[in-house]
């Protein structure tokens, strides 16, 4: 039964910490114009402005996990009766938000580049991509599956 509520607390403990952020391309278009002319790209624009993002997430919530666990079973050696259950606790929230941070200090950072382009029906894109393809402020470029090309 001591063990259940152990685990039961650790497992309480650790859940809010695992929550993990998956990183999706993103494209905001504007509303354009209604009419389509036929000699216009609607696709085509010019670079208006490039920055470096970092898309690091707070990663995939091991390192939380296996820091509770060690927290815990450190916390359960100290004490006896209700002081060792919160010692456990304790040790678990601990050992959880230190193998968090040891997770996040030990990954790369992962860059990406947000470009906004200035279409040439009038519409402005924005589009986030790993890739740079060495493209700078008035290059020309295609979008194209949610991603931006050079022309």
Same mark, same amino acid.
């Given at each position: 039964?001591? %063990?259940?509520?152990?685990?039961?607390? +650790?497992?309480?403990?650790? &859940?809010?910490?695992?929550? +993990?952020?998956?990183?999706?391309?993103?494209?905001?278009?504007?509303?354009?114009?209604?009419?389509?002319?036929?000699?216009? +790209?609607?696709? +085509?624009?010019?670079?208006?402005?490039? =920055?470096?993002?970092? %898309?690091?997430?707070?990663?995939?919530? %091991?390192?939380?996990?296996?820091? /509770?666990?060690?927290?815990?079973? /450190?916390?359960?050696?100290?004490?006896?009766?209700?002081?060792?259950?919160?010692?456990?606790?304790?040790?678990?929230?601990?050992?959880?938000?230190?193998?968090?941070?040891?997770? !996040?200090?030990?990954?790369? /950072?992962?860059?990406?580049?947000?470009?906004?382009? !200035?279409?040439?029906?009038?519409?402005?894109?924005?589009?986030?991509?790993?890739?740079?393809?060495? %493209?700078?402020?008035?290059?020309?470029?295609? &979008?194209?599956?949610? =991603?931006? &090309?050079?022309?």
């Amino acid at each position: 039964m001591r %063990l259940r509520n152990q685990l039961l607390i +650790c497992l309480l403990a650790v &859940l809010p910490l695992a929550a +993990c952020q998956n990183y999706q391309p993103t494209r905001g278009v504007e509303p354009g114009a209604v009419e389509r002319d036929p000699g216009v +790209c609607y696709d +085509c624009g010019s670079v208006q402005d490039v =920055r470096r993002v970092s %898309l690091s997430d707070d990663g995939i919530g %091991l390192g939380a996990v296996v820091g /509770a666990v060690i927290g815990a079973a /450190a916390g359960s050696q100290v004490g006896s009766g209700t002081g060792q259950d919160i010692a456990t606790a304790a040790g678990a929230v601990g050992g959880a938000a230190a193998g968090h941070e040891i997770e !996040k200090r030990n990954r790369e /950072a992962d860059i990406a580049y947000q470009f906004s382009v !200035k279409l040439d029906d009038g519409r402005f894109a924005t589009v986030t991509q790993r890739e740079h393809y060495g %493209l700078d402020v008035g290059d020309r470029v295609r &979008l194209e599956n949610d =991603r931006i &090309l050079p022309i």
